[in-house]
């Protein structure tokens, strides 16, 4: 059997809750894409190798580096980003709570869970890692292992804060994952 | 990044047969192969991704033998019951390594092919000094510039690199086979054998190969012996999490008898330690299990056997520490996996 290689790649996927189809350069990263093609700017190019976390976005609820992922490895998959991380409130799992915003317009109306409890605790300080601390506490609250400081402090370490925010963000997780059904919200 | 062509497998048997074409590499979950194409330590004309076969990312027991896929990622095998009570060690090594984001991409089947993480040799291109993997016959620039994390096992002249795999090092003391597919069909590679010192390479006349791996082969999964034995995973690094091994240890120890009065004192009937981050390929401490049976699981009666094991150890003028630091290392994992601390 010949595989088909192409240079050129038709890429349907979900993004902030938005079905949409692209066609992308194979060697496209998720990060590219979201910033230079579809303008969303939130999850940021820090390191471009894995190292810092601050492109952090969820792909089918699970957590992952945006800098790392191709564009052609998202087919058929469900992107969400920092800037639809609003959208998902009250959102079970596989939706975005029905709403189907335009994935580059601001959603607007009120803050995730996270993303209040980050503001309430002051869980920043220049604010550059927060999008990815963001992405990465929603799928950390998620996944269960936002349950004491030092399992938050293990479960976080891919998200580097060179503000050193740390006690700041792991209150803030922990605080996140107290409110009901925060786990509900990963956005599968 | 250069342009590549790109396609999906629809079976390991097609993704097999593209590679058969030198000019192409196969990507599972690419967290290693995207930051070797910016430092142009690959450059393929077509990538054939796998990660689409579903049926490569199963974890599962057959008998008394678990089997996971090479594209089950390492937070699946960390957290899987099946692994966590057959093989914890391994459960323990998936999870201590890399992050939390990174784990979920990251695959068994290409986290064994990471390469090493010495600064000279992941350098982008072009290379403003010799190294024997990116330009063959060069030499090393790290031996006689500095290389304190490097191998203190099976390193030449040519290069002194160890391999950082986590996994590898407890796929390696669990006597884990490797399922391999390739142009002569599928076959099997022990992973106490899978990677190879840089002595090793030379000998067989391929000084820059690292592992047994023919061109064209494609990992498709793991089978291990189901175990109970107690195990542990020991990984000595520089930040509590999200690093690398500067040394690291997996063992497996059964003791004699019952365990009244806890596990300190009581004698050992098995025990399988390997050392990680400390040559090119795991390094199962043979002669260490051949000594240890009889043995009380004590910190006094463990050192002198581990050290007797690491006798050969050549370390490097700046990398001595790492002698003393891979004996602790391999004391506690013991330790822990007998239940003694």
Redesign the interface.
């Known amino acids: 059997m010949t595989l088909d290689f192409a240079r050129r790649v038709e890429v349907p996927l979900r993004l902030n809750g938005r079905d949409l189809t692209t066609v992308v350069a194979p060697r496209s990263t998720l990060l590219d894409w979201l910033r230079d093609d579809i303008g969303l700017t939130g999850a940021k190019k820090g390191c471009n190798e894995g190292a810092c976390g601050t492109c952090t976005v969820l792909v089918d609820g699970r957590r992952m580096n945006g800098c790392l992922t191709l564009v052609v490895q998202c087919a058929g998959r469900s992107v969400t980003t920092v800037e639809g991380l609003a959208a998902m409130r009250g959102a079970g799992p596989g939706g975005t709570g029905g709403g189907s915003p335009p994935c580059t317009e601001k959603v607007g109306g009120e803050l995730h869970p996270v993303q209040r409890a980050f503001a309430e605790h002051d869980a920043f300080q220049c604010g550059y890692c927060t999008p990815g601390q963001l992405m990465s506490a929603v799928a950390c609250i998620a996944e269960g292992h936002a349950t004491d400081d030092a399992s938050v402090r293990e479960w976080m370490s891919g998200n580097i804060c060179r503000c050193s925010a740390y006690p700041q963000i792991t209150e803030a997780v922990l605080a996140a994952a107290r409110e009901p059904a925060a786990d509900d919200r990963a956005g599968r | ?11 390991a ?2 993704a097999a ?2 590679l058969a074409d030198p000019r192409t590499s196969v ?1 599972a ?3 290693e192969l ?2 070797w ?2 430092l142009g330590i690959a450059a393929p004309d ?4 796998i ?1 689409g076969l579903d049926e490569l990312r199963r974890i599962d027991r057959d008998g008394d033998e678990l089997r996971i896929g090479a594209l089950a990622t390492l937070n699946e095998i960390g957290e899987h019951p099946l692994v966590t009570q057959a093989a914890g060690a391994l459960a323990s090594a998936c999870l201590q390594a ?5 784990r ?2 990251a695959t068994i089947g290409g986290n064994v092919l990471q390469r090493t993480r010495c600064p000279y040799f992941r350098a982008e291109e072009p290379l403003p000094w010799p190294c024997s993997k990116r330009d063959p016959g060069s030499g090393c620039t790290s031996l006689a510039g500095r290389h304190e994390r490097q191998a203190i096992f099976g390193w030449t002249q040519e290069c002194v690199a160890v391999q950082p795999s986590d996994p590898a090092v407890a796929l390696a003391m669990l006597d884990a086979q490797a399922d391999v597919l390739g142009p002569a069909g599928p076959r099997t590679i022990p992973m106490r054998e899978f990677h190879l010192t840089q002595r090793e390479a030379a000998d067989v006349g391929q000084p820059m190969r690292e592992t047994r791996l023919e061109p064209g082969e494609l990992i498709t999964g793991y089978r291990l012996p189901v175990s109970a034995d107690g195990q542990a995973y020991v990984k000595v690094r520089e930040r ?3 690093e690398y091994a500067i040394v690291s240890a997996a063992a497996a120890v059964r003791l004699d008898g019952a365990r009244a009065g806890g596990a300190r004192g009581q004698r050992i009937a098995t025990a399988r330690v390997a050392l990680g981050s400390v040559a090119q390929r795991p390094w199962r401490l043979t002669a260490a299990e051949a000594g240890l049976p009889g043995a009380p699981l004590t910190r006094e009666a463990l050192i002198p056997v581990i050290e007797r094991a690491m006798a050969d150890a050549v370390p490097l003028p700046q990398n001595g520490f790492k002698v003393l630091m891979a004996r602790n290392a391999a004391v506690r994992a013991l330790l822990t996996a007998g239940g003694a601390r």
């Open positions: 990044v250069r342009d590549f062509a790109y396609a999906r497998a629809g079976t048997e097609a047969g593209a990507i979950g690419g967290t995207l930051n194409f910016r077509r990538v054939v991704d990660g890399a992050s939390a984001q990174i979920n991409r509590a999490s999200y």
